[in-house]
């Protein structure tokens, strides 16, 4: 089965500082990735995505770094505020998106 | 403002009870899907309908079926309700290929099978 492995399951970070989120996956034939943030009580939601044929993209403080040959990306969240506290959750996808595969999802609790 | 809705929020059910779980999404998306979300496992795709009346199977199909007699409407039907099937269900819509593939999803039924 195509999987998208996301490390860590849990991560605590200090108000202000970086939270950082990674992904491997292993089928080269995806062509979308995206991140998508959970709160409680909610369904997921799009927070940011790229395409293979860049290596990083920024919307305000979130960022992507992909590196293709690694078949490796990561969410940056640059100066962490407590309301960024949320489940994320890697994804990839290929040729229009009829199925996205998921990671685990990693818990973020940043501290006031 | 797009939405995805979830007919319930949180669901009680017995074993063997056969469950309907409803969804309508208002932006005519020609995708629609139904996940369940499980601790340490993230989401896992049950089915998928690209058409009205058109299904396919998901990775975890097992237990469920589902209906599309309506573009905007996707039902999950749990054929005789199991307590492993205790989950969050979520469904989404999305549009199918080029830049659009966002997915947009309801706000999850919480299903306790007892």
């Known amino acids: 089965q195509q999987q998208v492995k996301q490390s860590p399951q849990s991560l605590i970070v200090q108000k202000g500082g970086i939270s950082i989120i990674n992904c491997a996956y292993e089928n080269t034939a995806f062509d979308y990735f995206p991140w998508y943030q959970q709160f409680p009580g909610k369904g997921p939601a799009l927070l940011i995505a790229i395409r293979p044929d860049v290596s990083e993209k920024k919307e305000g403080r979130f960022t992507i770094s992909f590196n293709k040959s690694a078949k490796q990306f990561s969410l940056h969240i640059m100066d962490s505020q407590p309301g960024d506290s949320a489940t994320y959750f890697c994804?990839?996808?290929?040729?229009?998106?009829?199925?996205?595969?998921f990671g685990a999802g990693t818990r973020l609790f940043v501290k006031a | 403002d797009v939405k995805v809705t979830q007919s319930s929020r949180y669901l009680v059910k017995r074993t063997g009870e056969k469950v309907f779980l409803e969804c309508v999404q208002d932006m005519d998306h020609e995708n629609m899907f139904w996940y369940r979300q499980d601790p340490g496992l993230g989401l896992r795709l049950i089915y998928f309908s690209y058409d009205v009346k058109m299904k396919e199977k998901g990775d975890i199909p097992e237990g469920y079926s589902v209906s599309r007699e309506k573009k905007e409407r996707f039902s999950l039907i749990l054929e005789s309700a199991s307590t492993n099937q205790t989950s969050m269900y979520l469904c989404a819509s999305s549009s199918p290929g080029g830049e659009g593939t966002e997915a947009f999803f309801g706000q999850g039924t919480r299903l306790t099978v007892v």
């Open positions: 994804a990839a996808s290929k040729g229009g998106g009829f199925k996205t595969i």
